[in-house]
């Protein structure tokens, strides 16, 4: 069975997963912005230029201008609380909240106060997994039920306008993590259906009986545009699939893509409500195309970073050694920029200046999406006494440029 590490891999489900059981938690009050300083004037909020062709990218280190710019985007819990990053994307963060015998599934939209989601039935084995929030009325949010990979979990839908909540679906079967996709008012997810196989639902957010869209080995889907796309096994490797998010009637990939063959951690840009460009801006398959940029690992005993862009004549190696020894995982792209996390750390690539950079302390998570960049990492042991955990959520567009190679 080929299961979802938030995306593709199960190494990344465990990292995920083990992150969230070990709390990086953040003390303090609320209500922090999502984006950094107002730029200075020898920064440029503009998109760095878009090379024509893309190459290997060489390490630099992290620019001052960007430890700034995550500082003053911290995210503060209200007093007596302690947060958890699960996701972000344009203008919204969903955390998870503890304090005293409570904890709470929130999403913190505008640079406001934590709104509940749903309160969890068990504060000490109920984890908030994942969410995606269309930025108006709609969010899914994905609730395991347990400590363990193999727990159930549950799948909720939250209304803006009421702000109650309400179940969507419930896995008891083994199968891909819960990675919800929400577009167009529509839900969209995988979960398993027995031997072995699992199950891609749509449902209207409105309600209504969810409609199977396919059902084989597959993972979480994830959008690329105005397509939803799965990893799927073949019987003699893995390939991409997608269906339309207009009406789930299966799509064709472009031919790079529909060529891929046994890549994990697959992600594309373009698949968040106002999707962005591979330079950043708007582009034409923000909305309603196969993405604009996508990313994924290829090689198993030499993992490498591959960069794809529409137009572009064939895929690129664009790290071609990992930085840690046991490879990457758990890609996520907004605009110029794709994350991605070892089992060490964090780092951030940038398209536009052919370079990365370790943007995290060690085993500190981070996810770019949407236009925004999250970060969530321990200053000190997050299991001792003393340590300081931190969140810090940043608008990706006003970042400056990270340094170009040599």
Avoid at 113 to 120: E, F, N, Q, V
Wanted: hydrophobic content about 40%.
């Amino acid at each position: 069975m080929v299961t979802s590490g938030r995306t593709l891999s199960p190494g990344g489900a465990r990292a995920a997963l083990t992150l969230l059981l070990a709390g990086i938690l953040v003390a303090g009050c609320s209500s922090a912005r999502h984006s950094g300083p107002e730029p200075t004037p020898h920064e440029s909020t503009a998109p760095a230029p878009r090379p024509t062709t893309l190459a290997a990218a060489c390490e630099v280190k992290l620019p001052a201008a960007w430890r700034s710019a995550l500082a003053a985007g911290e995210l503060r819990a209200p007093a007596g609380e302690r947060a958890v990053l699960t996701d972000t994307g344009p203008g919204w963060t969903a955390v998870q909240l503890s304090g005293g015998d409570r904890r709470r599934a929130a999403l913190v939209a505008g640079g406001g106060a934590p709104r509940t989601l749903l309160a969890l039935a068990d504060p000490v084995e109920h984890q908030l997994l994942a969410a995606d929030f269309d930025g108006r009325r709609w969010a899914a949010f994905a609730v395991l039920e347990g400590r363990t990979l193999a727990s159930p979990w549950s799948l909720y839908v939250w209304d803006a306008e009421t702000g109650s909540s309400r179940r969507l679906a419930r896995a008891d079967r083994p199968g891909p993590l819960p990675q919800p996709v929400v577009r167009d008012g529509a839900v969209h997810w995988a979960q398993g259906a027995g031997d072995g196989k699992a199950t891609v639902y749509a449902a209207a957010a409105s309600g209504g009986a969810p409609r199977a869209l396919h059902t084989g080995v597959v993972d979480a889907p994830f959008a690329a545009g105005g397509l939803l796309v799965w990893r799927e096994s073949t019987g003699s490797g893995t390939r991409l699939a997608a269906v339309s998010l207009v009406d789930g009637r299966p799509a064709e990939l472009p031919g790079p893509l529909a060529a891929l063959r046994d890549i994990r951690s697959v992600v594309a840009d373009g698949g968040t409500h106002g999707g962005s460009g591979p330079d950043g801006g708007s582009g034409p398959d923000g909305g309603s195309g196969s993405g604009g940029t996508w990313a994924w690992v290829a090689g198993e005993t030499e993992p490498r970073l591959m960069v794809w862009r529409t137009g572009d004549a064939r895929p690129t190696a664009v790290v071609t050694r990992s930085p840690a020894v046991d490879g990457m995982d758990q890609l996520r792209i907004s605009g110029r920029l794709v994350t991605w996390r070892t089992p060490e750390t964090s780092y951030a690539l940038d398209l536009g200046s052919g370079s990365y950079a370790r943007i995290t302390p060690a085993y500190g998570y981070a996810q770019a999406r949407g236009g925004a960049l999250a970060v969530a990492y321990s200053l000190g042991n997050a299991k001792a006494d003393g340590s300081r955990p931190v969140i810090q959520v940043v608008d990706a567009l006003r970042l400056p440029a990270l340094p170009r190679c040599g």
